[in-house]
T-cell receptor
Framework: QQQVKQSPQSLIVQKGGISIINCAYENTAFDYFPWYQQFPGKGPALLIAIRPDVSEKKEGRFTISFNKSAKQFSLHIMDSQPGDSATYFCAASISLGGATNKLIFGTGTLLAVQP | KAGVTQTPRYLIKTRGQQVTLSCSPISGHRSVSWYQQTPGQGLQFLFEYFSETQRNKGNFPGRFSGRQFSNSRSEMNVSTLELGDSALYLC?????????????FGPGTRLTVL
Protein backbone atom coordinates (compact mmCIF):
# COMPACT_ATOMS: atom_id res chain seq x y z
CA GLN A 1 0.00 0.00 0.00
CA GLN A 2 3.00 2.25 0.42
CA GLN A 3 4.12 1.75 -3.18
CA VAL A 4 4.06 4.23 -6.00
CA LYS A 5 4.09 2.58 -9.42
CA GLN A 6 5.70 4.52 -12.26
CA SER A 7 5.65 3.94 -16.00
CA PRO A 8 7.17 3.77 -18.49
CA GLN A 9 10.63 2.72 -17.39
CA SER A 10 12.15 4.57 -20.34
CA LEU A 11 10.86 6.99 -22.93
CA ILE A 12 12.20 8.39 -26.18
CA VAL A 13 10.62 11.59 -27.49
CA GLN A 14 11.46 13.81 -30.42
CA LYS A 15 12.42 17.41 -29.80
CA GLY A 16 9.30 19.53 -29.57
CA GLY A 17 7.11 16.59 -28.63
CA ILE A 18 5.18 15.89 -25.44
CA SER A 19 6.65 13.58 -22.81
CA ILE A 20 4.15 11.85 -20.54
CA ILE A 21 5.07 9.87 -17.44
CA ASN A 22 2.48 8.17 -15.27
CA CYS A 23 2.28 7.16 -11.64
CA ALA A 24 -0.29 5.28 -9.61
CA TYR A 25 -0.73 4.79 -5.88
CA GLU A 26 -2.93 2.80 -3.53
CA ASN A 27 -2.75 4.62 -0.22
CA THR A 28 -5.44 7.30 -0.15
CA ALA A 29 -3.71 8.93 2.82
CA PHE A 30 -1.04 10.35 0.51
CA ASP A 31 -1.51 14.12 0.41
CA TYR A 32 1.50 15.46 -1.46
CA PHE A 33 2.76 14.40 -4.88
CA PRO A 34 6.04 15.87 -6.19
CA TRP A 35 8.04 15.17 -9.31
CA TYR A 36 11.81 15.19 -9.30
CA GLN A 37 14.32 15.44 -12.14
CA GLN A 38 17.74 13.85 -11.77
CA PHE A 39 20.75 14.24 -14.02
CA PRO A 40 23.67 11.80 -13.82
CA GLY A 41 25.93 12.57 -10.89
CA LYS A 42 23.44 14.98 -9.33
CA GLY A 43 20.84 14.80 -6.62
CA PRO A 44 17.13 14.88 -7.53
CA ALA A 45 15.77 18.39 -8.15
CA LEU A 46 12.20 19.29 -7.28
CA LEU A 47 10.32 20.12 -10.49
CA ILE A 48 6.70 20.56 -9.58
CA ALA A 49 4.29 19.24 -6.96
CA ILE A 50 0.57 18.94 -6.39
CA ARG A 51 -1.83 18.30 -3.54
CA PRO A 52 -5.06 16.28 -3.94
CA ASP A 53 -7.34 19.30 -3.76
CA VAL A 54 -6.51 20.33 -7.35
CA SER A 55 -6.64 18.34 -10.59
CA GLU A 56 -3.92 20.12 -12.51
CA LYS A 57 -0.93 22.33 -11.90
CA LYS A 58 1.21 23.96 -14.55
CA GLU A 59 4.64 25.53 -14.24
CA GLY A 60 6.19 26.56 -17.51
CA ARG A 61 6.44 23.53 -19.78
CA PHE A 62 5.70 21.12 -16.93
CA THR A 63 2.17 20.09 -15.97
CA ILE A 64 0.92 17.64 -13.36
CA SER A 65 -2.47 16.05 -13.97
CA PHE A 66 -4.04 14.47 -10.91
CA ASN A 67 -6.95 12.02 -10.89
CA LYS A 68 -7.97 11.42 -7.30
CA SER A 69 -10.67 8.83 -8.04
CA ALA A 70 -8.30 6.74 -10.18
CA LYS A 71 -5.40 7.31 -7.76
CA GLN A 72 -3.17 8.34 -10.61
CA PHE A 73 -1.07 11.35 -11.47
CA SER A 74 1.08 12.18 -14.44
CA LEU A 75 3.77 14.56 -15.59
CA HIS A 76 3.52 16.20 -18.99
CA ILE A 77 6.52 17.93 -20.47
CA MET A 78 5.46 20.13 -23.36
CA ASP A 79 7.84 21.10 -26.17
CA SER A 80 10.41 18.60 -24.90
CA GLN A 81 14.03 19.64 -25.35
CA PRO A 82 17.29 17.66 -25.40
CA GLY A 83 18.17 19.39 -22.12
CA ASP A 84 15.17 17.64 -20.54
CA SER A 85 16.91 14.29 -21.00
CA ALA A 86 17.16 12.96 -17.46
CA THR A 87 15.58 10.50 -15.06
CA TYR A 88 12.24 11.56 -13.62
CA PHE A 89 10.82 10.31 -10.36
CA CYS A 90 7.33 10.68 -9.02
CA ALA A 91 6.84 10.52 -5.28
CA ALA A 92 4.17 10.69 -2.64
CA SER A 93 4.03 11.45 1.04
CA ILE A 94 1.66 11.44 3.97
CA SER A 95 2.53 14.69 5.63
CA LEU A 96 0.24 14.33 8.64
CA GLY A 97 -0.15 18.08 8.78
CA GLY A 98 3.59 18.65 8.68
CA ALA A 99 4.57 15.92 11.11
CA THR A 100 6.75 14.12 8.60
CA ASN A 101 8.29 14.52 5.15
CA LYS A 102 8.92 10.87 4.29
CA LEU A 103 8.75 10.46 0.51
CA ILE A 104 7.86 7.22 -1.25
CA PHE A 105 9.42 7.26 -4.70
CA GLY A 106 8.44 5.63 -7.95
CA THR A 107 11.03 3.58 -9.81
CA GLY A 108 11.98 6.33 -12.22
CA THR A 109 11.66 7.02 -15.94
CA LEU A 110 14.69 7.58 -18.11
CA LEU A 111 13.72 10.21 -20.68
CA ALA A 112 15.74 10.77 -23.84
CA VAL A 113 14.77 13.68 -26.07
CA GLN A 114 16.19 13.28 -29.54
CA PRO A 115 17.22 16.41 -31.43
CA LYS B 1 20.62 30.75 -0.45
CA ALA B 2 23.19 28.03 -0.67
CA GLY B 3 21.80 24.59 -1.39
CA VAL B 4 22.13 21.39 0.58
CA THR B 5 25.74 20.33 0.89
CA GLN B 6 27.03 16.85 1.56
CA THR B 7 30.49 15.68 2.45
CA PRO B 8 32.39 13.78 1.38
CA ARG B 9 31.20 13.38 -2.19
CA TYR B 10 32.92 10.03 -2.67
CA LEU B 11 33.99 7.32 -0.24
CA ILE B 12 35.58 3.93 -0.66
CA LYS B 13 35.47 1.58 2.29
CA THR B 14 35.97 -2.12 2.89
CA ARG B 15 33.53 -4.59 4.39
CA GLY B 16 33.29 -4.40 8.14
CA GLN B 17 34.35 -0.78 8.39
CA GLN B 18 32.08 2.03 9.47
CA VAL B 19 31.41 5.35 7.77
CA THR B 20 29.99 8.75 8.70
CA LEU B 21 28.37 11.02 6.15
CA SER B 22 27.59 14.68 6.73
CA CYS B 23 24.81 16.95 5.51
CA SER B 24 24.33 20.70 5.88
CA PRO B 25 20.77 21.77 5.09
CA ILE B 26 19.64 24.97 3.44
CA SER B 27 19.89 27.85 5.88
CA GLY B 28 16.75 28.03 7.99
CA HIS B 29 15.62 24.48 7.26
CA ARG B 30 15.14 22.33 10.33
CA SER B 31 13.98 19.09 8.71
CA VAL B 32 16.63 16.79 7.26
CA SER B 33 15.89 13.46 5.61
CA TRP B 34 18.22 10.79 4.33
CA TYR B 35 17.66 8.48 1.36
CA GLN B 36 19.57 5.61 -0.17
CA GLN B 37 19.63 5.32 -3.96
CA THR B 38 20.66 2.10 -5.69
CA PRO B 39 19.98 0.79 -9.21
CA GLY B 40 18.12 -2.21 -7.82
CA GLN B 41 16.03 -0.68 -5.03
CA GLY B 42 15.70 2.89 -6.27
CA LEU B 43 15.25 5.72 -3.80
CA GLN B 44 14.49 4.53 -0.29
CA PHE B 45 13.82 6.57 2.81
CA LEU B 46 16.26 6.05 5.66
CA PHE B 47 15.22 8.50 8.37
CA GLU B 48 14.15 12.04 9.06
CA TYR B 49 15.23 14.49 11.74
CA PHE B 50 13.58 17.65 12.93
CA SER B 51 14.98 19.86 15.68
CA GLU B 52 17.48 17.17 16.72
CA THR B 53 14.77 14.49 17.05
CA GLN B 54 14.24 11.52 14.77
CA ARG B 55 10.61 11.69 13.75
CA ASN B 56 10.46 8.94 11.15
CA LYS B 57 12.51 5.90 10.24
CA GLY B 58 12.55 3.63 7.19
CA ASN B 59 13.02 -0.12 7.01
CA PHE B 60 16.76 -0.36 7.36
CA PRO B 61 18.77 -2.40 9.83
CA GLY B 62 20.10 -0.88 13.03
CA ARG B 63 23.54 -0.54 11.42
CA PHE B 64 22.17 2.63 9.89
CA SER B 65 21.87 5.49 12.34
CA GLY B 66 21.78 9.22 12.28
CA ARG B 67 21.68 12.33 14.34
CA GLN B 68 21.02 16.02 14.01
CA PHE B 69 22.80 18.86 15.73
CA SER B 70 21.43 22.10 17.13
CA ASN B 71 22.46 23.96 13.95
CA SER B 72 20.34 21.46 11.92
CA ARG B 73 23.39 19.81 10.37
CA SER B 74 22.96 16.06 10.24
CA GLU B 75 25.16 13.01 10.10
CA MET B 76 24.40 9.44 9.24
CA ASN B 77 26.51 6.49 10.25
CA VAL B 78 26.69 3.01 8.82
CA SER B 79 28.51 0.44 10.89
CA THR B 80 29.85 -2.96 9.85
CA LEU B 81 29.62 -2.13 6.16
CA GLU B 82 28.36 -4.75 3.73
CA LEU B 83 28.82 -4.90 -0.04
CA GLY B 84 25.13 -4.13 -0.45
CA ASP B 85 25.56 -0.79 1.28
CA SER B 86 27.24 0.57 -1.85
CA ALA B 87 24.91 3.34 -2.94
CA LEU B 88 24.37 7.04 -3.41
CA TYR B 89 23.30 8.50 -0.07
CA LEU B 90 21.18 11.59 -0.44
CA CYS B 91 20.25 14.19 2.10
CA UNK B 92 17.27 16.49 1.70
CA UNK B 93 16.11 19.46 3.73
CA UNK B 94 12.80 21.22 3.96
CA UNK B 95 11.45 24.38 5.50
CA UNK B 96 8.28 25.09 7.41
CA UNK B 97 4.88 26.61 6.87
CA UNK B 98 3.43 26.17 3.39
CA UNK B 99 6.79 24.90 2.10
CA UNK B 100 7.23 22.18 4.67
CA UNK B 101 6.71 19.39 2.13
CA UNK B 102 9.18 20.76 -0.41
CA UNK B 103 12.34 18.74 -0.04
CA UNK B 104 15.56 19.90 -1.63
CA PHE B 105 18.27 17.35 -2.20
CA GLY B 106 22.00 17.61 -2.00
CA PRO B 107 24.36 16.09 -4.58
CA GLY B 108 24.80 12.94 -2.51
CA THR B 109 27.70 10.91 -1.22
CA ARG B 110 28.72 7.99 -3.39
CA LEU B 111 29.76 5.13 -1.10
CA THR B 112 31.57 2.14 -2.53
CA VAL B 113 32.12 -0.87 -0.29
CA LEU B 114 34.82 -3.30 -1.43
Amino acid sequence: QQQVKQSPQSLIVQKGGISIINCAYENTAFDYFPWYQQFPGKGPALLIAIRPDVSEKKEGRFTISFNKSAKQFSLHIMDSQPGDSATYFCAASISLGGATNKLIFGTGTLLAVQP
Amino acid sequence: KAGVTQTPRYLIKTRGQQVTLSCSPISGHRSVSWYQQTPGQGLQFLFEYFSETQRNKGNFPGRFSGRQFSNSRSEMNVSTLELGDSALYLCASSGEGRAYNEQFFGPGTRLTVL
